[in-house]
């Protein structure tokens, strides 16, 4: 499954594991920046997920604030 497809659960235990993982004392300097690269392409995958619901939220409240109007 692609990043983009994962939910966010799922996304934020893999950052987890990442930052748990960059925490070891026998990680190398490759693996590290591997790591830090995953783990930010995790992160703005999390972060535009949480943008689009957030403006679904207020697509929903805007709709919702009108049907109130209506009545």
């Known amino acids: ?3 983009e497809n994962k939910s966010l659960e799922a996304s934020f235990k893999e950052l ?3 930052i748990k993982d ?3 004392e026998d990680i190398t300097l490759e693996e590290s920046f591997k ?3 995953d783990g930010m392409k ?3 995958n999390c972060n535009d ?3 689009k ?3 679904q939220l207020i697509i929903l409240g805007e709709n919702s604030n009108e049907i109130e109007t209506r009545e």
Do not use: P, Q, R, W
């Open 1 to 3: 499954m692609s990043d």
């Open 16 to 18: 987890e594991k990442i």
């Open 22 to 24: 960059l925490e070891g």
């Open 35 to 37: 790591l830090y690269k």
């Open 42 to 44: 995790l992160l703005k």
């Open 49 to 51: 997920a949480i943008d």
């Open 53 to 55: 619901v957030e403006k």
